[in-house]
C-alpha cells in the first residue's frame, strides 16, 4: 500500500482510491475557523471588562457540545427504561458521556475536516486470501471517520476501500451506487467478497445498496450503532436521510418489507450488529438491532466511541478469518 494523493486514480477497474473533495471536510474546517475567530474575539473583547463572562464564552463556544452529549444521555438512559436491553447505571452512562467528549474533538475538530484524505485506500490487489473491508460512514461524517480502522489495517496488510456519502443531507437512496463502486473495487482488490463495516446511519445505506443489488456477495455486513429501527432524534431532524431514520418510520418499513420480499428466511443472517444501552445517538438500544442477525451488545459505550472500541474492532476483524476460500456465498439466503 502505498501512499498516493487523494485524487489518485486506483489501478484496479481505474476507479478513484479517495473522492478528490469533501463538501463535508470544508464545512466542518470552515466551522472549526469560525469557532476559534469567535471565540478569540469574544475573549478580547470581555476580559478587561468581565473576565467571567469571557472565559464562559469561551467554554460555551469551545465546549459546549459537552453539555448536547449530557441531555442526549439523560433522554437516552429516560427511554431505555422500557427497552429490552439491559440498563445502563450511572456510573456507566457518565463513563459513556466521558468517552463521546473525549473522543467527539478527534472525529469532528480533527480527523474529518483535516486528515479525511491522509490514508488512501489500498490500490494494488492482494493475494493474501483475506478479504478487503469496505468502511461506511454515518451521518455528518466522511471518510477520516475510520483512520484508526485503517492504521490497524495497513498493520495486519489487510485491503480496504471507503466511501463518503455525499450529499451531506441527501437521501439515503442516493448512496447505494457509491457504495455499489465501492464493494467492485473492493472485490476486485482480492477476488473475494468484501466485508462491510458500517457505522451508525452507514448501515441503512448498506442495506439499501444490498436490496438493490441482491446478487451481489458480501462475507459480512457489520454495523456499529446503526438505526436499523430508526432512533427517537430523528423526530427533531428536517433533513432528508435525518428524517428516514425517524423512529418506525414509512422509509424504514418500506426497507423492511424490500428485504422480506427479497429474501423471506434468514434475511439478515450476514449482519453483525453492534448496539449499545448507553448510545446516545441510536436509542432506545434495541432499535440498533435486527430480527436474526448476531446482535453484540457493548454495555456503557456512546455513540461515536463504539466505533473505535477495542471488543469491536477485534472482533469485527476476526471474522475476516472466517471467509469462505471461494466466493460462493451470497449476502442472504
Known amino acids: 500500500m502505498q501512499d498516493t494523493p487523494p485524487n489518485a486514480t486506483s489501478s484496479v477497474g481505474a476507479q478513484p482510491a479517495v473522492r478528490a473533495r ?26 478587561p471588562r468581565a473576565p467571567w463572562l469571557a472565559l464562559l464564552g469561551v467554554f460555551l463556544s469551545v465546549g459546549g457540545y459537552a453539555l448536547v452529549l449530557a441531555l442526549e444521555g ?3 438512559a429516560w427511554l431505555n427504561r422500557l427497552d429490552e436491553a439491559p440498563r445502563a447505571g450511572w456510573r456507566e452512562l457518565i463513563g459513556a458521556w466521558w468517552q463521546e467528549v473525549c473522543v467527539a ?17 489500498t490500490e494494488e490487489p492482494s493475494a493474501t486470501g483475506t478479504p478487503a473491508v469496505v468502511f461506511i460512514h454515518g451521518f455528518v461524517c466522511n471518510r477520516g471517520l475510520w483512520l484508526p480502522w485503517m492504521r490497524r489495517l495497513r498493520e495486519q496488510g489487510v485491503p480496504y476501500v471507503s466511501v463518503n456519502l455525499e450529499p451531506v443531507f441527501g437521501s439515503i437512496d442516493d448512496y447505494a451506487q457509491l457504495i455499489s463502486d465501492g464493494v467492485r473495487r473492493a472485490h476486485a482488490l482480492t477476488g473475494s467478497p468484501p466485508m462491510l463495516v458500517c457505522h ?11 436490496a438493490s443489488e441482491p446478487e451481489t ?3 459480512r455486513v ?43 428466511s434468514d434475511t439478515y443472517a ?9 448510545d446516545n445517538i441510536v436509542f432506545p438500544a434495541s432499535t440498533a438491532t435486527l430480527p436474526g442477525a448476531d446482535n453484540r451488545l457493548l454495555p456503557g459505550a456512546a455513540h461515536v466511541a463504539m466505533a473505535f472500541h477495542p471488543r469491536v474492532m477485534s472482533e469485527s476483524l476476526e471474522l475476516l478469518s472466517s ?4 466466493p460462493s456465498e451470497r449476502t442472504a439466503s
Not at 469533501?22 to 476580559?47: C, D, E, I, N, P
Open 323 to 326: 471467509a469462505p476460500s471461494s
Open 270 to 278: 450476514r449482519f453483525v450488529c453492534w448496539y449499545s444501552n448507553a
Open 22 to 47: 469533501s463538501a463535508l471536510a470544508r464545512l466542518q474546517q470552515g466551522l472549526m475557523v469560525a469557532t476559534l475567530v469567535f471565540s478569540a474575539l469574544w475573549l478580547v473583547y470581555w476580559w
Open 74 to 76: 439523560l433522554a437516552a
Open 200 to 210: 451508525s446511519m452507514g448501515g441503512l445505506a448498506a442495506r439499501v445498496w444490498l
Open 217 to 219: 456477495l458480501v462475507h
Open 105 to 121: 474533538p478527534q472525529v469532528f475538530a480533527w480527523r474529518q475536516p483535516f486528515r479525511w484524505a491522509s490514508l488512501p485506500d
Open 222 to 264: 457489520v454495523t456499529i450503532g446503526s438505526p436499523h429501527r430508526g432512533t427517537w432524534l430523528g423526530r427533531f431532524s428536517r433533513v432528508a436521510n435525518g428524517r428516514q431514520m425517524r423512529l418506525g418510520g414509512d422509509w424504514l418499513q418500506a426497507l423492511q418489507a424490500r428485504e422480506a420480499q427479497i429474501s423471506p
